[in-house]
């Protein structure tokens, strides 16, 4: 099986996805040799981070390849979450699985789509929130609920709301409980 997943977020060592991402993708991978991973990141600027995450997962895995797109996450983001054009097959080539992260949502030709919701809490607290923040979520999910056949869900908390705002059936969502690293 060919599996898609985007590692763009890996670039943000202070937060929360991107040590989600870091701490998963060599475990998922090597746990799966059976299997071929094309890791995809849209960046302008931070080719060298990406390249550097995934030349520590090809050292312990050889069934990995990286696609990196010089398009900044805004672009991105305007393509696939406003326009919802350029399939990410374009990008990486037919694939069965494309697992997309927590900010853009690409269109898909034939690939069932997963993507990980890790809280709604911007749909529970929208004043807390920066608008732009809002706007790009809100149109990411609603390109989820079109795409994806599957959504990972960091508790039953974030399942629960996922069932109630975004009215997804709850057979479409798996609770997978994030693990812990033993360094900080």
């Not at 629960?160 to 969502?173: A, G, N, S, T």
Request: include cysteine; hydrophobic fraction near 45%.
């Amino acid at each position: 099986m060919r599996i898609g997943i985007d590692i763009s977020q890996v670039v943000y060592e202070g937060t929360g996805v991107g040590k989600y991402i870091r701490e998963l993708m060599p475990r998922i991978i090597q746990s799966a040799p059976q299997h071929h991973f094309i890791l995809f990141a849209g960046t302008l600027r931070q080719k060298k981070r990406i390249l550097t995450f995934v030349h520590s997962i090809q050292k312990i895995a050889s069934n990995v390849e990286v696609v990196i797109v010089p398009l900044p996450p805004t672009v991105l983001d305007f393509l696939w979450n406003t326009l919802h054009m350029l399939p990410i097959e374009w990008f990486i080539g037919k694939i069965d699985v494309f697992w997309s992260s927590d900010w853009t949502q690409p269109p898909l030709n034939h690939a069932l789509g997963v993507t990980t919701i890790h809280d709604v809490s911007f749909l529970h607290f929208p004043e807390t929130f920066h608008a732009s923040i809002l706007t790009t979520q809100k149109r990411r999910l609603a390109q989820v609920k079109k795409e994806c056949s599957f959504i990972l869900a960091d508790s039953e908390a974030t399942k629960k709301d996922i069932v109630r705002f975004l009215h997804i059936p709850q057979e479409k969502i798996s609770v997978v409980y994030p693990g812990f690293s033993s360094t900080v």
